[in-house]
C-alpha cells in the first residue's frame, strides 16, 4: 500500500505525540513535542507540518517554521524525521523534500525579494541524515549540543553581581528584555532578533515558559538591563529523561558593554539554586559550538555536560529577480 501525505491538523496531536516518542526513543532529535506543545507549533504563524501514514498510522513527518521576513534576509527553519520502523523506505527523501519545497513556496509568497536560508539539523554520525540533507542542497554550517547539569549533587557557587541588582522576571518587562536580546546577539553570527509579537508567542505566553525561573541583571548605575537568563519547561524533557523535572534555558545573554564581569554565571548560579529549591532534578539547554563567547567551556564549568550533537545545515538561495 503507498503511503499517503496530508497536513497534519490538530486531532493529529496525539498521533503525533506518539510518533514523536518512538522516534526519539532511537536517536536524539530536540523535537519530541508533547500533543499539547504540537498544538502550539501547529497553530504559530508561519508553521506548517504534515503526515506520511500507512493507512491511518502517521509514520512519518515534516515541515518547516519561517520567520518573518527582514531586510537583510529570511531564515525558515525545516524539519522532519521518520519511525525507526520504516526506515528504509524513502519516506525520509520524500517528507523532507516535500518541506523545502513547501518552505520556498512561502518565502516566494511574502519574501521573494530577499535571501532565503532554509536551515535543519542532522544528529552528528547519522550518515544516512547527511546525506539526505546533502542532497537537496544544505551544506554543513555548525555543529550544536545538548547539554545537562545534574542538580542532585552539583556543587553550585554563589557568583557575585557587584553594581547589579538582580530582577526577578515579570511580563511587564517584556519589552526592555526583547531590546536587551537583540543588542546581546547583535555580534551572533545567525541573526537572533525577534519581532515583539514573535518574542511574545515564544517567549512570554507559552504554556512552557517559567518566569519564576527567569531573571535578569540590571546595572546600578544606567539602570539598563545587562545580562539575562530565562527559563523553560517542556512536557517531554529535551534530555529524554522523565525521571523527575528538567527546566530548559534557552537563553542566557549579556550585553557587550558588561561582558567579562561573571553575570552570566551569576545568572546561572540563581538559576541552578533557585531550580533545584523548587524540586527540579535537571537544567538542560543547547549550545552553539562557534558561538563567539566560548558558550561550551562556560556551561561544563557550571557543571554541565553533553548529552547529544547535532550538525546544523543551510540552504542559501538569493533573492527571485524580478521579471522584466
Do not use: K
Request: charged letters at 25%; a negative charge; hydrophobic letters at 40%.
Amino acid at each position: 500500500m503507498p503511503f499517503s501525505v496530508r497536513r497534519l491538523e490538530d486531532p493529529d496531536a496525539r498521533a503525533f505525540a506518539v510518533l514523536a516518542a518512538a522516534i526519539e526513543a532511537d536517536h536524539p532529535t530536540n523535537l519530541q513535542l508533547s500533543a499539547e506543545e504540537f498544538l502550539e507549533i501547529r497553530h504559530l504563524s508561519g508553521a506548517v507540518l504534515e503526515g506520511a501514514f500507512d493507512g491511518d498510522d502517521l509514520v512519518a513527518w515534516s515541515g518547516y517554521l519561517a520567520q518573518a521576513p527582514r531586510d537583510d534576509g529570511r531564515r525558515i527553519r525545516v524539519f522532519g524525521d521518520v519511525d525507526p520502523a520504516y526506515l528504509g523506505r524513502g519516506l525520509g527523501t520524500l517528507m523532507a523534500a516535500r518541506a523545502l519545497a513547501g518552505a520556498r513556496t512561502r518565502h516566494a509568497a511574502d519574501g521573494a525579494g530577499l535571501r532565503a536560508t532554509y536551515v535543519t539539523s542532522t544528529v552528528a554520525g547519522r550518515t544516512d541524515q547527511a546525506d539526505l540533507v546533502a542532497a537537496l542542497g544544505y551544506r554543513p554550517e555548525r555543529y550544536r549540543f545538548t547539554m545537562v547539569a545534574d542538580l542532585g549533587g552539583l556543587d553550585i557557587s554563589p557568583a557575585r553581581h557587584d553594581g547589579y541588582d538582580l530582577v526577578e522576571f515579570d511580563p511587564a518587562d517584556s519589552e526592555v528584555l526583547r531590546v536587551a536580546h537583540q543588542r546581546a546577539f547583535s555580534d551572533y553570527p545567525v541573526p537572533m532578533s525577534m519581532t515583539a509579537d514573535v518574542w511574545d508567542t515564544f517567549m512570554i505566553q507559552p504554556r512552557h515558559t517559567r518566569h519564576g525561573l527567569s531573571s535578569w541583571l540590571r546595572d546600578q548605575e544606567s539602570g539598563e538591563a545587562a545580562s539575562y537568563l530565562f527559563s523553560h519547561e517542556y512536557a517531554v524533557p529535551l534530555s529524554g529523561n522523565t525521571d523527575g523535572r528538567e527546566t530548559y534555558v534557552p537563553y542566557l545573554g549579556t550585553l557587550p558593554a558588561h561582558r567579562g564581569r561573571g553575570l552570566a554565571s551569576a545568572l546561572m548560579s540563581h538559576t541552578l539554586q533557585a531550580s533545584r529549591d523548587q524540586g527540579v532534578a535537571r537544567v538542560s539547554l543547547e549550545v552553539d559550538a562557534h558561538n563567539p563567547d566560548g558558550a561550551l567551556g562556560f556551561y561544563e564549568r557550571a557543571g554541565f555536560r553533553t548529552v547529544a550533537s547535532f550538525e546544523q545545515c543551510t540552504l542559501t538561495e538569493p533573492p527571485a529577480r524580478s521579471p522584466i
